[in-house]
């Protein structure tokens, strides 16, 4: 039993599901991150959760109470949309103080927790305008005060920082994750940028096609992907993932594959217990900075392995150079150190840090 | 329009202007002569526009068209000028206007925000309402105002407008509503603002552009409407355009040209009016800044 507990949930229009069953179980103070591309219906379970979309099945409950048939505004949530929802016709102190005067709390209180929201967001100087004078940084501000000064059980977020240029969303994003450390509040938060729900999150639900596909801690999901999708929509760049077929040498199972060269790659696999797929072919996943230079490679790994491989592209980045070369037919890219004298054209040893490496099953998609 | 050259995208040469604004002034004369003809003979006496020359300006100067036309002339077979008819108009106009507006915009707001079952077959069926043509609903109207009780009274004008009316102005605020964010009455909603609190809080104050054009287009038509007065209300209740037409046609004896102007300038302005007093509130850009961008 968590603080917010999705259970069973279910979301139909008409014949078409949008959302599968869902058991999700937040605890008191996390941070929950629902993450996916577009249409994978984040927003619908969010609105599920905000009493704004009705369950077709199944159950929402915040501290152990069934919240299926109460009221979005008597669930003690509060939301900030994308389109952070402002109403235009009342100045940002009105906007904040709506919700709790439609809550019948008198005007002395309500000026006062206004105030305070105020200031803890650094908008007293705006408190007097209209949403049309403020910029996307501030309306988003004023979004979030208006959520604020509720001070509710949950928060729920629906892709609050996509309307922000990029710099303003590293910024409003640290502002976020410093609230959350600084209220404790519950939080759940929709993106589709999985750098977002990396760096904000307590736990990570991935979704796709309307199912959750993986739920766990940012190190979890980027460590071991449940699955190919999860693999390859975590991380930036996204993880290399190519075909190699099980063989056994000496009793180590390895992995092979064909590379540029037509020669053969040849990569030794930790996990002794994969030698009963002997012969069998796999999808080998491996994060771009497991595959880098002799001399980046992480020391403290004790399955460093090389494979010399063609260069096909550099892509110096400042700070790192990404090298692309072909592994079982597919492109993958290495994070190289930026020093490192590499050109395309050369025959390079790519160090690859096995201890780093999953296995998927073809077939279906799955870790193995 | 406004701004002329600076905003116009095809450089006009010096005589082609010439060309353009000679024609431009020969229509606006031509559009403004029946104007200038009523006002100049309502201020004449009778016998200067008898004498011919219903353009050449007044000689002697005179309010008494004016005053007879308000107050005195004969309508129908009472001799009492335009003015209770004038109230009865304004009585049916106000009531009307402001009720087809308010329902249209609950109207508009029900449909775009809360929609249910059959929604858009209720619509569609409200759109069908306003292209009926009048004269099909005249007899079973006069029906329906006869069991009400309504039959030849002011409230029963105002309902037929009523009736006519909301289409229209379900029309446009529906139209207008479906643009209007449905996140600000979630956001609403979640606030704790019930149905009618937000209607009242969040999408009234929002409508301004279309409350106006809403009200001008309801208050032109209702106003100059003379089928529907002619037909239900009785001699006490008649509107103002029933009026001038009796004015116009029952005068014996001599005809009052220059009353029956007057009596028409009268009939016309409430509308220029609206037209002047709303239209400067036609203000765009109310919406701004509820969202992005
Ligand atoms: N009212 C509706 N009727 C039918 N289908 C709907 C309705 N609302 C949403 N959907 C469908 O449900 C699915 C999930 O929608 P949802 O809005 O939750 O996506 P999302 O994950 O939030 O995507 P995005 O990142 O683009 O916001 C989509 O395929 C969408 O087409
Ligand atoms: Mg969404």
Known sequence: MGFLDIKKATKSYGAMQVLHETNISVEEGEFLVLVGPSGCGK????????????????????????????RPADRNIAMV??????????????????????????????????????????????LTRKPGQLSGGQRQRVAMGRALVRDPDVFLFDEPLSNLDAKLRVDMRTEIKKLHQKLGTTIVYVTHDQIEALTLSTRIAVMFGGHVQQLGTPKEIYDNPANMFVAGFMGSPSMNLFQAKIAVANGVPQAEFSLESGQIGVLPIVDPSVASHAGRSVILGIRPEAITDLDGADRNSKAIHTVKANVEITEPAGSDTFVVSAFGGTEITGRFRADVDVKPGDVFPFAVNMEKAVLFDPETEQRI | MAGGASDTVVRTGRTSRFVIYTILTVFCIYYLLPLYVMVVNSLKPLDEIRGGGMLSLPQAWTLAPWSSAWSTAQIGVEATGLRPYFLNSILMVVPAVVISTLLGALNGYVLTKWRFRGDTIIFGLMLFGCFIPFQMVLIPMARMLGLMGLAGTVPGLVFVHLVYGIGFSTLYFRNYYAQFPTELVRAAMIDGAGFF???????????????????????????????FGASFADFDSQPMTVALNNLVSSSTGVKEYNVHFAGAIMAALPTLLVYVVAGRFFV??????????
């Open chain 2, 284 to 293: 765009r850009g109310l919406m701004a800044g509820s969202v992005k961008g």
């Open chain 2, 197 to 227: 609190k937000i209607f009242q809080r969040i999408m009234l104050p929002s409508s301004g552009p279309i409350a106006v054009v809403c009200i001008i287009w309801q208050f032109t038509n209702i106003w100059n409407d003379f089928l």
């Open chain 1, 81 to 126: 949309f994308q389109s952070y929802a402002l109403y235009p016709n009342m100045n940002v102190a009105q906007n904040i103080a709506f919700g709790l005067e439609m809550h019948g709390v008198p005007k002395p209180k309500r000026d006062e927790a206004v105030r305070d929201v105020a200031e803890l967001l650094q908008i007293t100087q705006l």
């Open chain 1, 43 to 70: 927003s619908t379970l969010l609105n599920m959760i905000a009493g704004l979309e009705e369950v077709t099945s199944g159950e929402i409950a915040i501290r152990n109470q069934r919240m299926n048939e109460v």
